[in-house]
C-alpha cells in the first residue's frame, strides 16, 4: 500500500451512524499505524456535523463533512458524485465500505466511476509485507476463502458488518473536520413521501429465532416471533419462506440473504443447508429444534432439540416466562 491512506464511508441509518463503520474505522486505523498513513472520513446528510467529532474520537484523522439539505435522503448517484470527487482529491490508497444494502448500492458506482478495483463482503483484511492489501471473503457459499489482491491504484472493499472490531473510543483525541461544499445531482430521484422504516436488523442482533419450511403456513410466524419475544431476540426465515412471500427478505437468514453472527441462533423447521449454514457459521451458541434427527444443523448444533416445534415452542416460552 503506497502512503496515500484510507478513506471510509460514513453510513448513517435512522439518524444516526451505523454501527459497522465504527468497525471499518477500527481496522482503518490499525492498518493505517501500520503503514504510517492516515485514515480520513467521508460523511454525507443534513444536520451531521456533530457526528464527526464521534468519528474523530473513534479514530479519525480527518473528516469530511458534506452537510446539507439535499443530502437528507440517501441518493446513491449524489453520494457517488460527492465520493468521486473528494476521492480525486484526496487520492486514498483504499476506500472502505459497509457490505450494507446503502455499500452495496453506492461502492459498485464508485468503484467503475475512479476505475477501482472492488473486493465486495470482505470478511478480512490483512497486510502483505509487500505493503498490499489482501481481502479475505467467503466464496463458494461459505466454503472457500477467496484471498484478493487488488492490481489498481485505488483499493475498494464492502466489509460485512460483525467481522471486524469497532475500534476504542478516545474523547481526548484530536483530528480535522473539513466542511465540504455538496455538488447538487439531479438524479432524478423524487422523494413522494416518507414512512417509518423497520428493518429486521437481524445483522446487529444477539438473538435470532429463525423459522424454516417445517412452519405449517404464514400465520405460525406468530409463534416464532413469541419465542423470539420471550428470549428478546428477533425472527429469522429461511430462503424458502421469503421466497414464498411470507415474511420480508431483510429476515432472510444465509448466504444470498444476511450473514448473522448472534451470541445464541435458534433454528426451527430448518434442515440446515450450505446455503443456510454459510449464514450462521459464526454464531454463538446454535440451537436446533427438528423432528428430524438425521438433519444436517443438528450436526453443528450446540444443542439439538428432536421434536415436532409445535410442541417444543409453547414449553419453551412456557418455561421461559416462568423465569
Ligand atoms: C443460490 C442459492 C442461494 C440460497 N441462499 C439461501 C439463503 O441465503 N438462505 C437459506 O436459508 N436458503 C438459501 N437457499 C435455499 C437452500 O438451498 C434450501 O432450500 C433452504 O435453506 C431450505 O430451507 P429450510 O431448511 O427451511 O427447508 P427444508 O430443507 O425443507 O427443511 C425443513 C425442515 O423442517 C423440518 N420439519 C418439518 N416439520 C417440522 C415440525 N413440525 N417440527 C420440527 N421440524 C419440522 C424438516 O424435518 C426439515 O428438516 C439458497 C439456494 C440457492 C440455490
Known amino acids: 500500500m503506497e502512503n496515500k491512506g484510507i478513506l471510509i464511508y460514513v453510513e448513517r441509518e ?22 504510517d498513513s492516515k485514515v480520513s472520513c467521508a460523511v454525507l446528510g443534513s444536520g451531521i456535523t456533530e457526528t464527526a467529532q464521534e468519528l474523530v474520537a473513534y479514530g479519525a484523522d480527518t473528516v469530511y463533512v458534506y452537510d446539507d439539505e439535499s443530502l437528507a435522503t440517501f441518493d446513491s448517484l449524489a453520494h457517488k458524485q460527492n465520493l468521486v470527487s473528494l476521492i480525486s482529491e484526496v487520492q486514498p490508497a483504499i476506500v ?34 509487500d505493503g498490499s492489501l489482501l481481502q479475505v471473503r467467503p466464496a463458494f ?8 489482491k487488488t492490481s489498481s491504484d485505488i483499493t475498494m472493499v464492502t466489509v460485512r458488518y460483525r467481522a471486524l472490531e469497532a475500534g476504542q473510543k478516545d474523547e481526548g483525541r484530536k483530528g480535522e473536520i473539513v466542511k465540504k461544499g455538496v455538488e447538487k445531482v439531479d438524479s432524478g430521484v423524487k422523494v413522494l413521501g416518507k414512512g417509518e422504516a423497520k428493518p429486521a436488523s437481524i445483522a446487529g442482533a444477539d438473538i435470532v429465532v429463525c423459522a424454516g419450511r417445517g412452519l405449517r403456513n404464514a400465520d405460525d410466524f406468530e409463534l416464532v416471533q413469541q419465542l423470539a419475544d420471550a428470549l428478546g431476540g428477533v425472527v429469522g426465515a429461511t430462503r424458502p419462506l421469503v421466497d414464498d412471500g411470507w415474511i420480508s427478505k431483510d429476515h432472510q437468514v444465509g448466504f444470498s440473504g444476511t450473514i448473522v453472527k448472534p451470541k445464541l441462533y435458534v433454528g426451527v423447521g430448518v434442515s440446515g443447508s450450505p446455503q443456510h449454514l454459510a449464514g450462521i457459521r459464526d454464531s454463538g451458541t446454535i440451537v436446533a429444534i427438528n423432528s428430524d434427527p438425521s438433519v444436517a444443523l443438528f450436526r453443528i448444533a450446540d444443542y439439538a432439540v428432536v421434536g415436532d416445534l409445535y410442541q417444543v415452542i409453547p414449553q419453551m416460552i412456557e418455561l421461559l416466562k416462568k423465569k
Open 141 to 148: 457459499t461459505g466454503n472457500f476463502l477467496a484471498h484478493v
Open 14 to 35: 435512522g439518524g444516526r451512524v451505523h454501527p459497522i463503520c465504527y468497525e471499518l474505522l477500527g481496522k482503518g486505523r490499525d492498518l493505517a499505524d501500520k503503514t
Open 96 to 129: 472502505m465500505f459497509g457490505s450494507t444494502l446503502t455499500g452495496k448500492a453506492l461502492a459498485p458506482r464508485v468503484a467503475t466511476a475512479v476505475e477501482a478495483g472492488l473486493t465486495s463482503n470482505c470478511t478480512a483484511l490483512e497486510l502483505q509485507e
